[in-house]
């Protein structure tokens, strides 16, 4: 599976080889690769029978809007914080692919 083999550090940049923006970035992604594989997924379905996949490229706006907005009130702690920002990542990574199609 992808994200065991990103984990295990097989797929990460090589330290001597990559930034440390880099790096940060390929942690990061695991994460989100885990966020979507073990919660988006299992909970809402997969691409192209998931309700995301009928959105529009304003549905996605609006969402990560909803999401960066909720980040600033603090009211669901750090944990779900942490997590809102995973969200917001996959988010725009939908919308990246969406422009990509056309």
């Known amino acids: 599976m992808a994200v065991?083999?990103?984990?295990e550090g097989n797929m990460l940049p090589d330290s001597h080889c990559a930034s440390r923006r880099g790096v940060e970035w390929a942690k990061f992604a695991v994460l989100v690769l885990q966020h979507i594989e073990e919660y988006?997924?299992?909970?809402?379905?997969?691409?192209?029978?998931?309700?995301?996949?009928?959105?529009?490229?304003?549905?996605?706006?609006?969402?990560?809007r909803r999401y960066?907005?909720?980040?600033?009130?603090?009211?669901?702690?750090?944990?779900?914080?942490r997590r809102d920002l995973l969200k917001i990542a996959h988010y725009c990574a939908?919308?990246?692919?969406?422009?990509?199609?056309?």
């Open 40 to 64: 988006t997924v299992p909970q809402y379905g997969d691409a192209p029978d998931d309700q995301a996949s009928g959105f529009s490229e304003h549905d996605i706006a609006v969402n990560m």
């Open 4 to 7: 065991e083999r990103l984990k």
């Open 68 to 81: 960066v907005n909720r980040l600033e009130s603090n009211s669901r702690g750090p944990e779900e914080a």
């Open 94 to 102: 939908m919308l990246y692919f969406k422009r990509q199609r056309g």
